[in-house]
């Protein structure tokens, strides 16, 4: 078709969405809508294809024709002009129960033509706890109000009954009120653009504009695809899981196999799901999968259908990443970032210098809610500190700041709205010293946040991550600090968690302050080739100690922080010295132990200097590290490792060869 027809009508419809996109910005009520800006919006047609998109949270966004999907199927021969359609089930195309998507159905000429589609976070649905996020929850009827397709308004006409249904079982209802109606809002701006386009251009014009450019965005993905090796790679990765109080982690296996212009991600053989919060729905697992092949191959191409067709994604019903009745749902966003980080580091061995090392990988939900009996009104506190994102072949991680997956959604609510609204001090919002991975690129570092209660009381809960197995670097780079979340009340008192990151309605006082510590993200290189001047300047600019410049990157500063060349170069020389490097072997016995969960093994002699239950990462030929436990073997010689074929694979090391090995948290040495 003719080319400028085709601009035209394409930019006029991602014009559509961005101005949906500020409907809903200037007249949501709840912070994390007007503020944040927790939502998403898109363009969808007849077929239940995402036609365009704008600026909104991949995370959202890419999962949306899942949700669309379902409301196909149940009410496709029903739609009539007017009409208004509610979902927000993770077992039918959902993510988490707070993430409410609409569809409002436009018809032109009796005909279905094409429709908006706002996909929201509600900052409560119900559920066990304020906010409804819950660390703790076994089902998910502690999770908040399952709302399946339902039609909410119609031709015209509120469903009253769904209406006082759904007000009746959230938080702060009018709150929740404001935010549907402005969800309505855009979908109403939006029929009223199509219109217009439509009187502009025809009806055909523009089904042939949106058909030609959801090809063409196919051909380039395709394009870029083609030009990997054909071959199959594998990657593995961890979610926290406690079983009986103790760390039993769940495991990511991705199979991800290049053949031509197409790729093919298997997830089938990772943990069955749990009654616990580490599950999620398989539109999450297939937008983590889109979200990292297309952020790395083709990052500034549009995001429509097209760019789908591409890829195939395989899951197992009843697994972590294809969640079904009862278990819980609302790991959404770990479940996504472990799918990325799974992928990446699988492309990595394809496309080393297109990947960086992993990104702090959770979205980091703390809540705070209850009523403040000073005021008699109830307040819900939602925060989710950004981390680092990983070094990469050209630059440093950025820091504090939002990964792929969350697109434009404001990583630093404002302050004075926060404080204005909810009754809570924000005493401090700063860079954590040292959180950043090691590398010649270091990775960006995390974010330290204190907020105090000024309420009478209230209930604390966080579903987090990465607060055991931190971020990976690549090429020998570092990982990342892990998540850390604790109390301190008024007297001193420091009040840690036993099950890190799965805490659900802890009770705070009046006078505590939450510290919430995001994660760093890994690093990019050998830490010791990293530029003397640059680890100088981080401690300058206070990202790391001086002792950090020591310890980790080798780098001696006289007291005006200036480098010390040969002071530096003998350190550097000591600390390569003291690496461990183990030769693999393969081992007959177990490669997992888990209860609920599954965590790799990787043996090792009684004399090997490192205790059983250390948790260690390996790093082979390829560039992404291999995390495993330790096991005793008195078989094994004192400078060997042993690992099933599936983990040399893995590491990309063949039996014989050295690996550079590096503790990271638990017994340590022996």
């Not at 669309?68 to 007017?82: K, Q, S, W, Y």
């Not at 980080?341 to 959770?362: N, R, W």
């Amino acid at each position: 078709m003719n080319p400028i027809d085709l601009e035209v009508v394409t930019e006029g419809l991602i014009s559509i969405v961005r101005e949906m996109r500020q409907t809903i910005f200037r007249t949501a009520h709840s912070p994390v809508i007007a503020d944040a800006q927790d939502f998403s919006c898109a363009l969808f047609d007849p077929q239940g294809q995402m036609v365009a998109q704008g600026r909104d949270m991949p995370g959202h966004v890419i999962a949306m024709p899942a949700s669309v999907a379902e409301i196909f199927a149940d009410f496709a021969d029903e739609m009539r002009p007017g009409d208004l359609y509610i979902v927000n089930d993770p077992y039918r195309g959902g993510s988490h129960l707070n993430d409410v998507t609409l569809i409002s159905p436009v018809f032109v000429d009796d005909k279905l033509f094409l429709f908006p589609c706002v996909r929201m976070h509600w900052a409560d649905i119900g559920g066990m706890t304020p906010g409804s996020v819950s660390g703790q929850a076994t089902e998910i009827l502690q999770e908040g109000l399952r709302i399946p397709p339902i039609r909410l308004i119609e031709e015209g006409r509120p469903n009253r009954a769904a209406f006082d249904i759904v007000f009746a079982n959230v938080r702060m209802a009018d709150e929740r009120r404001g935010d549907l109606e402005s969800s309505i809002a855009a979908c109403h701006t939006a029929e009223r653009r199509l219109r217009e386009l439509v009187a502009r251009h025809g009806t055909d014009l523009v089904l042939e504009a949106v058909a030609a450019n959801m090809d063409r965005t196919e051909q380039r993905l395709r394009d870029m695809i083609r030009a990997l090796p054909d071959g199959t790679y594998h990657y593995e990765d961890y979610l926290d899981l406690y079983t009986d109080g103790r760390y039993d982690a769940a495991i990511v296996r991705c199979q991800l196999t290049v053949d031509g212009d197409e790729i093919e991600a298997d997830f089938r053989d990772s943990s069955a799901q749990v009654a616990a919060v580490v599950n999620s729905s398989r539109a999450m697992t297939v937008a983590g999968v889109f979200i990292a092949v297309k952020s790395a191959l083709d990052p500034g191409g549009l995001v429509n259908h097209g760019a789908f067709r591409p890829l195939r994604v395989h899951t197992e019903p009843g697994t972590v990443v294809h969640v079904s009745y009862p278990a819980p749902a609302n790991a959404h966003s770990e479940v996504r970032k472990r799918v990325i980080s799974a992928v990446m580091a699988a492309l990595s061995q394809v496309a080393p210098d297109l990947i960086a090392a992993d990104q702090f990988g959770t979205t980091f939900q703390n809540l705070i809610g209850g009523v403040d009996e000073h005021t008699g009104r109830p307040y819900l506190y939602y925060d989710y500190p950004a981390g680092g994102n990983g070094g990469f072949l050209e630059s440093d991680g950025p820091s504090a700041m939002n990964p792929v997956d969350l697109g434009d959604i404001s990583t630093i609510q404002s302050v004075e709205r926060l404080e204005t609204e909810i009754p809570i001090l924000i005493e401090a919002c700063e860079l954590r010293t040292g959180s950043g991975g090691d590398g010649a690129r270091r990775g960006g570092l995390g974010s330290r946040r204190e907020t105090r209660l000024l309420a009478s009381g209230g209930a604390y809960s966080v579903q987090t991550d990465r607060t055991t197995v931190p971020p990976y670097g690549l090429r020998q780079g570092g990982p990342g600090a892990p998540t850390v979340t604790h109390i301190r009340r008024p007297g001193g008192e420091r009040v840690d968690f036993a099950t890190p990151g799965k805490v659900a309605g802890f009770p705070m006082r009046e006078g505590d302050v939450l510290v919430m510590e995001s994660a760093g993200g890994g690093g990019w290189g050998d830490p010791l080739e990293r530029l003397p001047e640059e680890v100088a300047e981080d401690v300058a600019q206070e990202y790391l100690t001086a002792e950090d410049a020591r310890q980790r990157y080798g780098v001696e500063l006289d007291p005006a922080g200036q480098v010390d060349p040969a002071a530096t170069a003998a350190t550097r020389q000591r600390l390569r010295e003291a690496r461990r490097w183990l030769r693999t072997t393969v081992t007959p016995n177990p490669a997992y132990t888990g209860h609920r969960g599954r965590r790799r093994l990787a043996y090792v002699a009684p004399g090997s200097g490192l205790a059983e239950d250390t948790l260690v990462e390996l790093h082979g030929g390829h560039p992404a590290p291999l995390r495993a436990w330790v096991r005793h073997d008195a078989a094994l010689a004192a400078d060997e490792i042993a690992l099933d074929d599936d983990g040399l694979r893995i590491l990309g090391t063949a039996p014989h060869d050295r690996s550079y090995v590096r503790v990271l948290a638990g017994g340590g040495e022996a």
